[in-house]
T-cell receptor, first 115, second 115 residues
Framework: DGGITQSPKYLFRKEGQNVTLSCEQNLNHDAMYWYRQDPGQGLRLIYY???????QKGDIAEGYSVSREKKESFPLTVTSAQKNPTAFYLC??????????????FGEGSRLTVL | AQSVSQHNHHVILSEAASLELGCNYSYGGTVNLFWYVQYPGQHLQLLLK??????LVKGIKGFEAEFIKSKFSFNLRKPSVQWSDTAEYFC?????????????FGSGTQLTVLP
């Protein structure tokens, strides 16, 4: 089945440590996204990538980094510089073609807790 | 930049009651509008979308939404809710340029349906 796989589902980290969240899709989508979901704040865009080897900052990119070396993969690193990293992280993808429906497909999310 | 407002943070209804969740956006140009739903423990999924044509859009599971351009609104409705509709609902707006950057989510509305 086509879809988006995020791992790990749950992750605990000590303060000061970097952690990388995995996102893999087999939908052949060009565009991929990382959102952060906090209670009462909806989804906020961290980074996005419209094509391999290219990505742009979203609204809350500080303390995060990404790479896009392969079309299928868009890992997110939460660095020690992120002041409030405990959150639920969602990866999404969609077709890049402007004539597409624009619908986003989401993974099941990764819940990061910083101890 | 566009913004999306969802007026109700938490709505509690009894089964068979009618539902209307508000969504307003701020952008003067052409928009694409979406409602996503997140059932407990599941990933976000598309409920319905509006791109053009009939402003009354029907989605899955008996949901519908009406785009009222003059009011910048895209309210979600269901005539008779079920316990299984308990979920968090997100409104989202995308500028019709097709840019990956411009999908903005509201803060979400938690719907609890009592059996």
């Amino acid at each position: 089945d086509g879809g988006i796989t995020q791992s790990p589902k749950y992750l605990f980290r000590k303060e000061g440590q970097n952690v990388t969240l995995s996102c893999e899709q087999n939908l052949n989508h060009d565009a991929m996204y990382w959102y952060r979901q906090d209670p009462g704040q909806g989804l906020r865009l961290i980074y996005y990538s419209q094509i391999v080897n290219d990505f742009q900052k979203g609204d809350i990119a500080e303390g995060y980094s990404v790479s896009r070396e392969k079309k299928e993969s868009f890992p997110l690193t939460v660095t020690s510089a992120q002041k409030n990293p405990t959150a639920f992280y969602l990866c999404a993808s969609r077709e890049r073609d402007r004539l597409s429906t624009g619908e986003l497909f989401f993974g099941e999310g990764s819940r990061l807790t910083v101890l | 930049a566009q913004s999306v407002s969802q007026h109700n943070h938490h709505v509690i209804l009894s089964e068979a009651a009618s539902l209307e969740l508000g969504c307003n956006y701020s952008y003067g140009g052409t928009v694409n509008l979406f409602w996503y739903v997140q059932y407990p423990g599941q990933h976000l999924q598309l409920l319905l979308k509006y791109f053009s044509g009939d402003p009354l859009v029907k989605g899955i599971k008996g949901f519908e939404a009406e785009f009222i351009k003059s009011k910048f609104s895209f309210n979600l409705r269901k005539p008779s809710v079920q316990w299984s509709d308990t979920a968090e609902y997100f409104c989202a707006v995308s500028i019709s340029s097709g840019s990956a950057r411009q999908l903005t989510f509201g803060s979400g509305t938690q719907l609890t349906v009592l059996p």
